[in-house]
């Protein structure tokens, strides 16, 4: 991969809590690169710092030292208002209990982060990418899981992010839903050419990703590119 | 949830406890520390009589002082206004001195510090007291407090020390007056002079009423003398009435006796007209007898002959009935015959047409099987020809000549088999007709016995046909088969010729042909013959069909001929029934005439019967008519006879009657004369009588109005003599006062009625206990409110608080609804999540009413020291009322529980898995999308809307919150306007001046003038006061009424719609309460001291019941009896206008300035110190509602919040949805909360109402900016609580958690 392609430059990331002996390392010493386009799988079981790392990307949570640099830029020197900004403009968020506003209807949800003045008809194309033209009216507790996951999929979309921070995307849904989202995620990088980053703690759904870092108590133990990814209609876990 | 609980728990109680205790320490402060136990308004003050008091068992102390107010001029000439207090020297000793003088004096007193110090008066400094027109020169001893007045409050750094004010305390001897030996002495002569005027004045009423007596009596006897004469005179005139009454009656006699003479006469001639209608009458009874026997017995005999007619007729009937039933059956059995013939008919018809188109089809069968027969023939030869070439031919040419015939002939044969076929199935169908033939023929023969034989032999004819559709079903299909082999030889034939041309193919064909030929052949005919045998058995076959055909056509004819012979018989049968039935209803008609007839016949006999009864009737009726002519007639022989007798005895009646007239007549003339001479005689008598008892009486008058005379010459001396043994005692209206305080637990009016004893009662002008004072009832007016305030106050906090922790209880409660969904998930019942819910609601409640008891104790020493200190008590008693203690921790404690149960309750009810997830919003069940979803809004705009509307639990909840809190301040700072604005709008504007001077006499014109040239006031005005009784419509009230200049501007007047009143010479400005209580209205009049003037306005009063005239009406009410001048003047004049009066002392009686009306203003300072400390809880209880809700939302909306901003939402948005929801629940608050604390406030006001005052609700704008910029900077205020805690908030935490 050329690095000019890199959307997104993780360079000694730590993160700690407590301090003394009470000090817990979530993140220690992480680097890595994620390219414009890719389907990138962080892999790990509980407690790794996967999502530890996906939230410090996404800029929701700050580290406690290292640098995470966006097309360049580094996040952790941006402002409360920059970060914010960043998290609007250029991350979408798609997390594993969706997260949905329950007041909202399912278009309403989507054009929460819909460039509206930009196109008017965003949310209502998003939704259709989803397959959920018809349940826009409906509120998302009158949706199964695997279509409030897409919501949140169409809410991810519909700001025209650059990266798809999805934290367990399947982990709230069966197998046959979770595959689902996982073909819509894969369509996404592959139809779209969308930066999708999935952190998953099952391993076949790593077999997906065109690059895989495996993470064990806070680093990366294992990283490789994958050359013949697996499609996710493939994919049995 | 705690932090209201306990507030509204401790607020109850704390300033419930605070005000009563306010209440009753305040109660009790006047009391103990200004007024006395007992009272006695006496003329005597002595030191003896002082001690002596002093001495009397449950007496703890008493004491003396001046009632109303003295003067005293300060060595500057300055006035002061001051009440005198005696003091002894033993009291003295316990005084603690500010200052104090050696200086030696008459008349040293003692001033209070606060007083002194105010005006700069110094111990040693030479004072004037004046009382009246008497005056002391005396010495300030000491600058004192009392020590039972003193109180220190902290302000700041510093103690202050009050003191009372206003009093000033001089010796007993200077009020000592009644000890004078000289006024004694006048005393003693003016009650002997008094005394003999007495005894005079009780001689002369005895003498006058001797006299009186007197009078009384001569007029009784003059009275009972008119009256003796009176009734002889009524019984004159009466008598003389009767004996007019009697001539009139003679007159009438005399008249009477003429007419019946004359009626006398007419009835002799009557009698004899009478005596001739009789004669004839008693004739034409006894031939009208004879005719009606005659009658009788003709009739007897007609009614015999018509009883005998009728029952020849019956009997007729009866006959003509069995007949007609006879008939009636007949006819129903020929009509059925008839229909049944028809039947009949209709059925021959049918079999007849069925045996025609039988007969046509067999016609046809016929014919075909004929045909078939000559095709059978050909066939045949066909066959056989095909058979013997086939067999027979090798050459190849006669093979396909053979070939060629052989199409021909098959082709020829095809259609004959078709037709042949189809000939069958006519045949299969002729029988099958010949079969419904049959069942027709059947059922033909059913109804017909004569066509029984024809049917048989149908039957017969079918039998021997012998056909079964089997075999021909069994024909029909070899026929096909042959048809089909047939064209497949000829398709063969025709293929081979179209290749004949070719040799070699023709002999291939020809081999081909011939052992396929012969194969068909053998196939078809069997072992190589000729199916002979078929055709034998076809032609057989069709020959007896064609037998069969004609037989059965040869049996149709017969059949059709049966059925026309049948038709015949039948036609026959059907006339006769048609004459049967001509004939029944011939016989109908002679019936029914015989019928009508008999009936007839019997209607005429029954009239002719009851034309029998009636000429019965009539000859009975005759009957009795001619008895009771006959007994008129003997009774007019009677009554004829009678008269004749009585006319001898009426003449003579009449003649005696006229002799008797004379006589009366002469008698009524004499008895006339009588009377009238005797009327005459008694009038005169009686006009002699009534001269003289009215020479007597005016004699007595004119002696008792002389005594009348010398009665108020002596009253004058003697009021006059009062009046300057008064004004020589010193005091005129004022008095000395003796003050008790009781022992404690002694009875204040049995120690009051000892006091009395001890002083002597008449000497005693005016005594009460402070129980009964009015001083007592002033007391409780201004001090009772507080006891109203410490329950609706509380009250209102209390509801406040509870309506928040019931609201706030739930709301958390449903937010615990995924717990409640896991903890059922887990097996827990309903009723153990519910007491688990409750077990820790009672916790928090405990700790809540134990915290809230704490504030509640805080609360209560809070207020006790505030008002202690503002009110410079010397002591407060806390004091706890328990039974609203107990009440309100129960109340709260229920309402948590009951909080608890009902939400606990409604969410365990939510099945597990649904409780587990997260709701939807209410308005998602009710409409998908709707409006705002269509509206095209910004996204983020549109959120804050539909979160706002469509959590409608959350919207409810914050606007009751808010509401409550709205309401709370709303109310408080309501009720404190209120108090303000009845203090400055009604009191001060009613008492616009600073300054009134009173004069004891009318002012010299001059005074004012000099006033005004003074420099020292701006504006004048003069006052006249009268005290006058006023009386309307039998009620009465003695009133003050001042005369004031028409449009006063310094005496403001107001209605009680507030418009201002001006006084004006068109009549009385009667006070409200006093117009109440005279029942008078505006318009009405009324009387003032005798004047009547109407009541030209009723203004509103709240202090003093003042009535105002216009000066111009001053001349009809006479002298007033205090003249003043009201003046505006600058504080700093005050002094130097003391001064200026003090140089007018000849006329001024007294001087007050404004300061003295502050006395009036405190009594509203209580008031406002509570509505200020009600106001301070609400502004704090209010905020902490409004924090507490809109916190407990953020709470709620944590979750989406921490998405939002995970999405990319800044803070203001976020400020700016939280601003939007905070701002729609804050409008629905006000739109609520105002309205209701509107309501509260009127209802506090309203229960705060005492006698004479009353609390308007005061509509001011103040109150409803403050109370909505109140409630909008808690809003705002919490609004940055919100959004701090938000930027403290776990992003990535709280947005991984699950709900």
Same mark, same amino acid.
């Given at each position: 991969?050329?690095?000019?392609?890199?959307?997104?430059?993780?360079?000694?990331?730590?993160? $700690?809590?407590?301090?003394?002996?009470?000090?817990?390392?979530?993140?220690?010493?992480?680097?890595?690169?994620?390219?414009?386009?890719?389907?990138?799988?962080?892999?790990?079981?509980?407690?790794?710092?996967?999502? $530890?790392?996906?939230?410090?990307?996404?800029?929701?949570?700050?580290?406690?030292?290292?640098?995470?640099?966006?097309?360049?830029?580094?996040?952790?020197?941006?402002?409360?208002?920059?970060?914010?900004?960043?998290?609007?403009?250029?991350?979408?968020?798609?997390?594993?209990?969706?997260?949905?506003?329950?007041?909202?209807?399912?278009?309403?949800?989507?054009?929460?982060?819909?460039?509206?003045?930009?196109?008017?008809?965003?949310?209502?194309?998003?939704?259709?990418?989803?397959?959920?033209?018809?349940?826009?009216?409906?509120?998302?507790?009158?949706?199964?899981?695997?279509?409030?996951?897409?919501?949140?999929?169409?809410?991810?979309?519909?700001?025209?992010?650059?990266?798809?921070?999805?934290?367990?995307?399947?982990?709230?849904?069966?197998?046959?839903?979770?595959?689902?989202?996982?073909?819509?995620?894969?369509?996404?990088?592959?139809?779209?050419?969308?930066?999708?980053?999935?952190?998953?703690?099952?391993?076949?759904?790593?077999?997906?990703?065109?690059?895989?870092?495996?993470?064990?108590?806070?680093?990366?133990?294992?990283?490789?590119?994958?050359?013949?990814?697996?499609?996710?209609?493939?994919?049995?876990? | 949830?705690?932090?209201?609980?306990?507030?509204?728990?401790?607020?109850?109680?704390?300033?419930?406890?605070?005000?009563?205790?306010?209440?009753?320490?305040?109660?009790?402060?006047?009391?103990?520390?200004?007024?006395?136990?007992?009272?006695?308004?006496?003329?005597?003050?002595?030191?003896?009589?002082?001690?002596?008091?002093?001495?009397?068992?449950?007496?703890?102390?008493?004491?003396?002082?001046?009632?109303?107010?003295?003067?005293?001029?300060?060595?500057?000439?300055?006035?002061?206004?001051? +009440?005198?207090?005696?003091?002894?020297?033993?009291?003295?000793?316990?005084?603690?001195?500010?200052?104090?003088?050696?200086?030696?004096?008459?008349?040293?007193?003692?001033?209070?510090?606060?007083?002194?110090?105010?005006?700069?008066?110094?111990?040693?400094?030479?004072?004037?007291?004046?009382?009246?027109?008497?005056?002391?020169?005396?010495?300030?001893?000491?600058?004192?407090?009392?020590?039972?007045?003193?109180?220190?409050?902290?302000?700041?750094?510093?103690?202050?020390?009050?003191?009372?004010?206003?009093?000033?305390?001089? *010796?007993?001897?200077?009020?000592?007056?009644?000890?004078?030996?000289?006024?004694?002495?006048?005393?003693?002569?003016?009650?002997?002079?008094?005394?003999?005027?007495?005894?005079?004045?009780?001689?002369?009423?005895?003498?006058?009423?001797?006299?009186?007596?007197?009078?009384?009596?001569?007029?009784?006897?003059?009275?009972?003398?008119?009256?003796?004469?009176?009734?002889?005179?009524?019984?004159?005139?009466?008598?003389?009435?009767?004996?007019?009454?009697?001539?009139?009656?003679?007159?009438?006699?005399?008249?009477?006796?003429?007419?019946?003479?004359?009626?006398?006469?007419?009835?002799?001639?009557?009698?004899?007209?009478?005596?001739?209608?009789?004669?004839?009458?008693?004739?034409?009874?006894?031939?009208?007898?004879?005719?009606?026997?005659?009658?009788?017995?003709?009739?007897?005999?007609?009614?015999?002959?018509?009883?005998?007619?009728?029952?020849?007729?019956?009997?007729?009937?009866?006959?003509?009935?069995?007949?007609?039933?006879?008939?009636?059956?007949?006819?129903?059995?020929?009509?059925?015959?008839?229909?049944?013939?028809? +039947?009949?008919?209709?059925?021959?018809?049918?079999?007849?047409?069925?045996?025609?188109?039988?007969?046509?089809?067999?016609?046809?069968?016929?014919?075909?099987?004929?045909?078939?027969?000559?095709?059978?023939?050909?066939?045949?030869?066909?066959?056989?020809?095909?058979?013997?070439?086939?067999?027979?031919?090798?050459?190849?040419?006669?093979?396909?000549?053979?070939?060629?015939?052989?199409?021909?002939?098959?082709?020829?044969?095809?259609?004959?088999?078709?037709?042949?076929?189809?000939?069958?199935?006519?045949?299969?169908?002729?029988?099958?007709?010949?079969?419904?033939?049959?069942?027709?023929?059947?059922?033909?023969?059913?109804?017909?016995?004569?066509?029984?034989? +024809?049917?048989?032999?149908?039957?017969?004819?079918?039998?021997?046909?012998?056909?079964?559709?089997?075999?021909?079903?069994?024909?029909?299909?070899?026929?096909?088969?042959?048809?089909?082999?047939?064209?497949?030889?000829?398709?063969?034939?025709?293929?081979?010729?179209?290749?004949?041309?070719?040799?070699?193919?023709?002999?291939?064909?020809?081999?081909?042909?011939?052992?396929?030929?012969?194969?068909?052949?053998?196939?078809?005919?069997?072992?190589?013959?000729?199916?002979?045998?078929?055709?034998?058995?076809?032609?057989?076959?069709?020959?007896?069909?064609?037998?069969?055909?004609?037989?059965?056509?040869?049996?149709?004819?017969?059949?059709?001929?049966?059925?026309?012979?049948?038709?015949?018989?039948?036609?026959?049968?059907?006339?006769?029934?048609?004459?049967?039935?001509?004939?029944?209803?011939?016989?109908?008609?002679?019936?029914?005439?015989?019928?009508?007839?008999?009936?007839?016949?019997?209607?005429?006999?029954?009239?002719?019967?009851?034309?029998?009864?009636?000429?019965?009737?009539?000859?009975?009726?005759?009957?009795?008519?001619?008895?009771?002519?006959?007994?008129?007639?003997?009774?007019?022989?009677?009554?004829?006879?009678?008269?004749?007798?009585?006319?001898?005895?009426?003449?003579?009646?009449?003649?005696?009657?006229?002799?008797?007239?004379?006589?009366?007549?002469?008698?009524?003339?004499?008895?006339?004369?009588?009377?009238?001479?005797?009327?005459?005689?008694?009038?005169?008598?009686?006009?002699?009588?009534?001269?003289?008892?009215?020479?007597?009486?005016?004699?007595?008058?004119?002696?008792?109005?002389?005594?009348?005379?010398?009665?108020?010459?002596?009253?004058?001396?003697?009021?006059?003599?009062?009046?300057?043994?008064?004004?020589?005692?010193?005091?005129?209206?004022?008095?000395?006062?003796?003050?008790?305080?009781?022992? *404690?637990?002694?009875?204040?009016?049995?120690?009051?009625?000892?006091?009395?004893?001890?002083?002597?009662?008449?000497?005693?002008?005016?005594?009460?206990?402070?129980?009964?004072?009015?001083?007592?009832?002033?007391?409780?007016?201004?001090?009772?409110?507080?006891?109203?305030?410490?329950?609706?106050?509380?009250?209102?906090?209390?509801?406040?608080?509870?309506?928040?922790?019931?609201?706030?209880?739930?709301?958390?409660?449903?937010?615990?609804?995924?717990?409640?969904?896991?903890?059922?998930?887990?097996?827990?019942?309903?009723?153990?999540?519910?007491?688990?819910?409750?077990?820790?609601?009672?916790?928090?409640?405990?700790?809540?009413?134990?915290?809230?008891?704490?504030?509640?104790?805080?609360?209560?020493?809070?207020?006790?020291?505030?008002?202690?200190?503002?009110?410079?008590?010397?002591?407060?008693?806390?004091?706890?009322?328990?039974?609203?203690?107990?009440?309100?921790?129960?109340?709260?404690?229920?309402?948590?529980?009951?909080?608890?149960?009902?939400?606990?309750?409604?969410?365990?009810?939510?099945?597990?898995?649904?409780?587990?997830?997260?709701?939807?919003?209410?308005?998602?069940?009710?409409?998908?999308?709707?409006?705002?979803?269509?509206?095209?809004?910004?996204?983020?705009?549109?959120?804050?809307?539909?979160?706002?509307?469509?959590?409608?639990?959350?919207?409810?909840?914050?606007?009751?919150?808010?509401?409550?809190?709205?309401?709370?301040?709303?109310?408080?700072?309501?009720?404190?306007?209120?108090?303000?604005?009845?203090?400055?709008?009604?009191?001060?504007?009613?008492?616009?001046?600073?300054?009134?001077?009173?004069?004891?006499?009318?002012?010299?014109?001059?005074?004012?003038?000099?006033?005004?040239?003074?420099?020292?006031?701006?504006?004048?005005?003069? =006052?006249?006061?009268?005290?006058?009784?006023?009386?309307?419509?039998?009620?009465?009230?003695?009133?003050?009424?001042?005369?004031?200049?028409?449009?006063?501007?310094?005496?403001?007047?107001?209605?009680?719609?507030?418009?201002?009143?001006?006084?004006?010479?068109?009549?009385?400005?009667?006070?409200?309460?006093?117009?109440?209580?005279?029942?008078?209205?505006?318009?009405?009049?009324?009387?003032?001291?005798?004047?009547?003037? *109407?009541?030209?306005?009723?203004?509103?009063?709240?202090?003093?019941?003042?009535?105002?005239?216009?000066?111009?009406?001053?001349?009809?009410?006479?002298? *007033?009896?205090?003249?003043?001048?009201?003046?505006?003047?600058?504080?700093?004049?005050?002094?130097?206008?003391?001064?200026?009066?003090?140089?007018?002392?000849?006329?001024?009686?007294?001087?007050?300035?404004?300061?003295?009306?502050?006395?009036? =203003?405190?009594?509203?300072?209580?008031?406002?110190?509570?509505?200020?400390?009600?106001?301070?809880?609400?502004?704090?209880?209010?905020?902490?509602?409004?924090?507490?809700?809109?916190?407990?939302?953020?709470?709620?909306?944590?979750?989406?919040?921490?998405?939002?901003?995970?999405?990319?939402?800044?803070?203001?948005?976020?400020?700016?949805?939280?601003?939007?929801?905070?701002?729609?629940?804050?409008?629905?608050?006000?739109?609520?909360?105002?309205?209701?604390?509107?309501?509260?406030?009127?209802?506090?006001?309203?229960?705060?109402?005492?006698?004479?005052?009353?609390?308007?609700? =005061?509509?001011?704008?103040?109150?409803?900016?403050?109370?909505?910029?109140?409630?909008?900077?808690?809003?705002?205020?919490?609004?940055?609580?919100?959004?701090?805690?938000?930027?403290?908030?776990?992003?990535?935490?709280?947005?991984?958690?699950?709900?």
């Amino acid at each position: 991969m050329e690095n000019n392609n890199v959307i997104l430059q993780v360079r000694g990331l730590r993160k $700690t809590y407590g301090s003394g002996e009470n000090e817990v390392r979530a993140l220690d010493g992480v680097d890595l690169d994620i390219c414009e386009g890719q389907l990138f799988v962080i892999l790990g079981s509980s407690g790794s710092g996967k999502s $530890t790392l996906l939230n410090m990307i996404g800029g929701m949570d700050a580290p406690s030292s290292g640098s995470i640099l966006f097309r360049g830029k580094e996040i952790g020197r941006f402002k409360d208002r920059e970060l914010t900004d960043y998290r609007k403009r250029c991350i979408g968020f798609v997390f594993q209990s969706f997260n949905l506003i329950g007041e909202l209807t399912v278009k309403e949800n989507v054009e929460l982060t819909a460039n509206t003045r930009k196109d008017p008809h965003i949310a209502d194309s998003m939704l259709e990418l989803m397959g959920l033209s018809e349940k826009k009216k409906k509120y998302p507790s009158q949706l199964s899981g695997g279509q409030q996951q897409r919501v949140a999929i169409a809410r991810a979309l519909a700001g025209d992010a650059d990266i798809l921070l999805c934290d367990e995307p399947t982990g709230a849904l069966d197998f046959e839903t979770g595959k689902q989202i996982l073909k819509q995620l894969e369509r996404l990088s592959r139809e779209y050419h969308k930066t999708v980053v999935i952190v998953t703690h099952t391993r076949e759904i790593a077999q997906m990703g065109d690059r895989v870092i495996n993470m064990k108590d806070g680093r990366i133990v294992s990283s490789y590119e994958n050359e013949d990814p697996v499609p996710a209609e493939r994919i049995d876990w | 949830m705690l932090l209201v609980s306990c507030l509204g728990c401790g607020l109850m109680a704390g300033m419930a406890d605070g005000f009563l205790s306010l209440k009753n320490t305040l109660g009790d402060y006047i009391r103990d520390m200004k007024y006395p136990d007992a009272v006695i308004d006496t003329e005597v003050t002595t030191v003896d009589v002082l001690e002596e008091l002093n001495s009397l068992p449950g007496v703890e102390a008493a004491d003396a002082r001046l009632t109303g107010n003295l003067i005293m001029v300060g060595s500057d000439g300055v006035y002061y206004s001051m +009440q005198a207090m005696t003091y002894s020297e033993e009291e003295f000793q316990g005084v603690y001195y500010w200052e104090k003088s050696d200086r030696e004096a008459e008349y040293p007193i003692l001033l209070e510090r606060r007083f002194a110090m105010q005006n700069n008066i110094s111990a040693g400094d030479s004072v004037e007291i004046r009382v009246e027109d008497r005056s002391w020169d005396c010495l300030v001893r000491a600058v004192i407090s009392r020590p039972e007045m003193i109180a220190h409050h902290k302000l700041g750094d510093i103690t202050v020390v009050s003191t009372d004010i206003g009093y000033v305390y001089v *010796p007993l001897e200077l009020l000592e007056k009644v000890n004078d030996p000289e006024f004694e002495a006048a005393s003693a002569e003016w009650d002997r002079f008094n005394e003999e005027y007495l005894r005079k004045k009780q001689d002369a009423e005895k003498e006058y009423e001797k006299v009186q007596g007197e009078l009384t009596e001569a007029e009784n006897t003059l009275s009972e003398k008119k009256d003796e004469f009176d009734s002889k005179l009524k019984e004159a005139e009466s008598k003389k009435e009767e004996l007019l009454q009697n001539r009139e009656a003679v007159s009438r006699k005399t008249a009477e006796l003429e007419l019946k003479e004359q009626e006398l006469l007419d009835k002799k001639k009557e009698l004899e007209q009478s005596e001739e209608k009789l004669r004839s009458g008693e004739e034409e009874l006894s031939s009208g007898r004879d005719e009606l026997v005659r009658k009788k017995s003709e009739l007897d005999k007609t009614a015999a002959e018509l009883e005998k007619t009728r029952k020849d007729l019956e009997a007729q009937l009866a006959d003509l009935q069995k007949q007609k039933e006879d008939l009636a059956r007949k006819k129903q059995e020929a009509l059925e015959g008839q229909k049944e013939i028809e +039947q009949k008919l209709a059925e021959l018809e049918e079999q007849e047409a069925q045996l025609i188109s039988g007969k046509e089809e067999l016609l046809r069968d016929l014919e075909l099987l004929k045909l078939l027969r000559s095709l059978l023939e050909a066939l045949e030869e066909y066959g056989r020809s095909l058979y013997d070439t086939v067999m027979l031919s090798e050459e190849a040419e006669a093979v396909y000549q053979w070939a060629l015939n052989a199409v021909d002939a098959i082709d020829r044969l095809i259609p004959e088999s078709e037709r042949l076929a189809a000939v069958l199935h006519q045949i299969r169908d002729g029988a099958q007709a010949a079969d419904l033939g049959l069942t027709l023929a059947e059922a033909a023969a059913l109804g017909i016995a004569e066509t029984a034989a +024809q049917d048989k032999q149908i039957i017969d004819l079918l039998e021997a046909l012998g056909i079964t559709s089997d075999d021909i079903d069994g024909t029909i299909a070899a026929l096909h088969s042959f048809t089909e082999t047939m064209q497949s030889i000829r398709s063969m034939i025709v293929g081979a010729l179209t290749v004949a041309s070719d040799p070699e193919v023709l002999e291939a064909l020809r081999q081909s042909l011939i052992s396929e030929c012969k194969e068909m052949l053998r196939h078809l005919f069997k072992d190589d013959h000729f199916p002979y045998s078929l055709f034998d058995w076809l032609f057989g076959l069709i020959d007896s069909y064609i037998r069969q055909a004609e037989d059965g056509l040869a049996q149709i004819e017969d059949g059709l001929s049966q059925i026309t012979e049948g038709r015949k018989l039948l036609y026959e049968k059907q006339r006769e029934v048609s004459d049967g039935l001509a004939q029944i209803a011939e016989g109908e008609q002679q019936i029914r005439d015989g019928e009508a007839a008999l009936k007839a016949g019997l209607s005429q006999v029954e009239d002719g019967l009851s034309q029998v009864k009636s000429g019965y009737g009539e000859i009975d009726s005759y009957e009795k008519k001619l008895r009771d002519e006959e007994s008129k007639l003997r009774s007019g022989r009677e009554e004829l006879d009678e008269y004749n007798r009585q006319i001898p005895d009426a003449e003579k009646a009449i003649t005696e009657g006229r002799d008797s007239i004379r006589q009366a007549e002469s008698d009524i003339a004499s008895g006339l004369k009588e009377i009238d001479d005797a009327v005459s005689e008694g009038e005169q008598q009686l006009r002699r009588g009534e001269d003289e008892l009215e020479r007597n009486r005016s004699e007595a008058e004119e002696k008792w109005q002389e005594a009348q005379q010398k009665f108020k010459s002596a009253e004058d001396e003697l009021s006059k003599a009062k009046t300057k043994l008064d004004e020589w005692k010193g005091y005129g209206d004022h008095c000395n006062q003796f003050m008790l305080r009781t022992e *404690p637990g002694a009875d204040p009016e049995a120690v009051l009625a000892r006091a009395e004893e001890l002083i002597g009662r008449d000497r005693i002008k005016k005594s009460c206990t402070y129980e009964n004072s009015e001083v007592k009832h002033s007391i409780d007016v201004n001090v009772d409110p507080l006891e109203v305030m410490s329950l609706y106050v509380p009250l209102l906090f209390f509801a406040v608080a509870l309506i928040a922790d019931f609201l706030f209880m739930s709301f958390l409660i449903r937010q615990c609804r995924r717990e409640i969904g896991i903890l059922r998930a887990l097996g827990y019942t309903r009723s153990s999540i519910v007491g688990l819910f409750c077990s820790v609601n009672a916790l928090v409640s405990a700790g809540a009413i134990i915290l809230g008891l704490l504030i509640g104790f805080g609360v209560t020493r809070f207020i006790g020291e505030f008002f202690r200190s503002f009110f410079c008590l010397h002591y407060f008693n806390y004091q706890i009322h328990w039974s609203r203690l107990l009440i309100s921790i129960a109340v709260t404690f229920i309402v948590g529980q009951a909080a608890t149960i009902l939400s606990t309750g409604y969410v365990s009810r939510i099945h597990p898995s649904e409780a587990m997830s997260r709701p939807a919003p209410v308005s998602s069940h009710a409409r998908e999308g709707g409006l705002l979803s269509r509206l095209h809004l910004p996204p983020f705009i549109k959120y804050c809307i539909s979160t706002l509307l469509r959590n409608k639990k959350r919207l409810v909840f914050s606007v009751i919150c808010l509401s409550s809190s709205v309401v709370l301040i709303f109310a408080a700072f309501s009720f404190y306007v209120s108090k303000n604005k009845i203090l400055s709008e009604q009191f001060d504007d009613r008492i616009q001046y600073d300054c009134e001077i009173f004069f004891n006499a009318e002012p010299d014109p001059s005074f004012r003038e000099r006033l005004a040239a003074s420099g020292l006031v701006k504006e004048t005005e003069a =006052v006249c006061y009268y005290t006058k009784e006023i009386e309307a419509g039998g009620a009465r009230e003695e009133l003050t009424v001042k005369a004031i200049e028409a449009g006063s501007e310094l005496i403001g007047i107001y209605g009680s719609d507030g418009s201002r009143l001006y006084a004006s010479s068109e009549g009385l400005l009667l006070e409200k309460h006093t117009a109440e209580l005279l029942g008078v209205s505006e318009g009405d009049k009324v009387s003032v001291g005798g004047v009547e003037m *109407p009541v030209a306005g009723i203004p509103e009063e709240y202090e003093n019941r003042s009535h105002y005239i216009a000066a111009a009406s001053r001349e009809a009410l006479g002298t *007033p009896v205090i003249w003043s001048v009201i003046c505006t003047v600058d504080k700093a004049d005050e002094i130097p206008l003391m001064e200026f009066l003090s140089r007018e002392k000849d006329y001024v009686y007294a001087a007050f300035t404004s300061r003295l009306y502050d006395g009036i =203003v405190d009594s509203f300072r209580a008031f406002g110190v509570c509505s200020l400390i009600v106001l301070i809880f609400a502004v704090v209880i209010g905020s902490v509602i409004v924090i507490n809700t809109v916190c407990t939302n953020l709470q709620e909306q944590k979750k989406d919040l921490c998405v939002l901003r995970a999405l990319g939402f800044q803070y203001s948005g976020i400020s700016f949805r939280l601003l939007t929801q905070a701002g729609v629940y804050y409008f629905f608050a006000c739109l609520i909360g105002i309205p209701g604390g509107i309501g509260v406030t009127k209802l506090i006001l309203q229960k705060l109402e005492v006698e004479g005052r009353s609390y308007p609700f =005061v509509n001011a704008p103040s109150v409803y900016l403050f109370t909505l910029l109140l409630v909008m900077a808690y809003v705002i205020v919490s609004h940055f609580i919100s959004m701090r805690m938000i930027k403290k908030w776990d992003l990535a935490e709280t947005v991984k958690d699950k709900e």
